[in-house]
């Protein structure tokens, strides 16, 4: 079955304060693996994805197939990133392109 | 560019109303999806579109539900009966499948549907 975990429903951390928020997924393929961050009164958008391999706003994750994970880190977080961020597989053929979602977690920062 | 447009923003209904939401998709977006959002949960797939054809209605509920995209562009989804579980967030997304080596989903505000 097509599946992805995120195990917190919320994560709770100070300002300048690591945060990993953790993804594990299910599926029989090479999937692509996206991270999509809803911010308060905005829509969702997206954050990074796996295929581009780069930072956004400071944040990372790493594709792992063999714990088949796709964790969020940030070495040092901001009351800004404070949002629900949810991890997403989709497949790669034209039929498979929409996204399966995890239940998200919310980050809240705090000072 | 414009984003994803959706309306309404916000509607409330009694069960067994009928109701109906529009999405306007980025321009020359040929790719739309449907998801539905249940509180505390993620979104889910409803149905995906292919300019006017339908790639994916598998997790459409087809008794109730209807969705349609005649010109490729627009596209509305419809709920006849509504019963009280249908109350969430309807998001529609669009995305350019030319641009295959970006596959990047844009999402509109979601209109909140509340059945009394």
């Known amino acids: 079955a097509q599946r992805v975990t995120q195990p917190e429903k919320l994560l709770s951390v100070f300002k300048g304060a690591p945060v990993e928020l953790k993804c594990n997924y299910s599926y029989s393929g090479s999937p692509e693996l996206f991270w999509y961050v809803q911010y308060s009164r905005q829509r969702l958008q997206l954050l990074l994805r796996h295929i581009s391999r780069e930072s956004i706003k400071g944040f990372t994750a790493d594709l792992n197939k063999g714990e088949t994970s796709f964790h969020l880190k940030k070495p040092f977080a901001q009351e800004e990133d404070s949002a629900m961020y949810y991890c997403a597989l989709s497949g790669k053929s034209q039929a498979g392109t929409a996204l399966i979602f995890g239940k998200g977690t919310t980050l809240s920062v705090s000072s | 560019e414009a984003g994803v447009a959706q309306s309404p923003r916000y509607k409330i209904i009694e069960k067994r109303q009928s109701v109906a939401f529009w999405c306007n998709p980025i321009?020359?977006?040929?790719?739309l999806y449907w998801y539905q959002q249940i509180l505390g949960q993620g979104p889910k797939l409803l149905i995906q579109?292919?300019?006017?054809?339908?790639?994916?209605d598998s997790q459409l509920p087809k008794d109730r539900f209807s969705a349609e995209r005649l010109k490729g562009v627009d596209s509305t989804l419809k709920i006849q009966p509504a019963k009280l579980e249908d109350s969430a967030v309807y998001l529609c997304?669009?995305?350019?499948?030319?641009?295959?080596?970006?596959?990047?989903?844009?999402f509109g505000p979601g209109t909140r549907l509340t059945v009394l």
């Open positions: 321009s020359g977006h040929a790719t």
């Open positions: 997304a669009s995305r350019d499948p030319h641009r295959a080596s970006y596959n990047e989903q844009f």
């Open positions: 579109f292919q300019n006017n054809g339908v790639v994916d």
